[in-house]
């Protein structure tokens, strides 16, 4: 059995959506694109993109904008891409740009919305 090492727990808030926009270093163009959260946590998030990446990028600035589901408040998450898997998935580790306080109000509105879509049948 594989052990865990990472610092905080990932969870996954199911349909909710993101938009993606990579800046990657020259001499490629800026990427934009959607897909939806795989899963999250205090540290970093896992992106399922809607189309493979054309090209290798695993490395550059990434920003995704998510439309938190209760609030309908649109947030801008930056980070650097620390994993892309088959062109299709990608990893964000925040930036230290965040506060705290940010990511508390992220985290516990996707948290709450991955709880409430788990009860549903």
């Known amino acids: 059995m594989e052990i865990d090492k990472r610092v905080y727990k990932r969870f996954s808030p199911e349909g909710l959506i993101a938009h993606i926009t990579i800046a990657p270093p020259a001499p490629y163009d800026t990427i934009i694109m959607d897909g939806v959260v795989v899963d999250m946590s205090y540290s970093g998030i896992k992106i399922k ?62 948290i709450k919305y991955a709880e409430v879509v788990a009860e549903v049948p």
């Open 49 to 110: 993109l809607d189309q493979p990446l054309e090209y290798d990028v695993t490395e550059g600035e990434l920003r995704i904008s998510i439309k938190l589901p209760e609030s309908g408040v649109i947030v801008s998450i930056h980070g650097m891409i620390r994993h892309v898997q088959e062109q299709r998935q990608c990893g964000l580790q925040y930036s230290d740009q965040h506060t705290e306080d940010e990511l508390d109000s992220l985290m516990f509105e996707c």
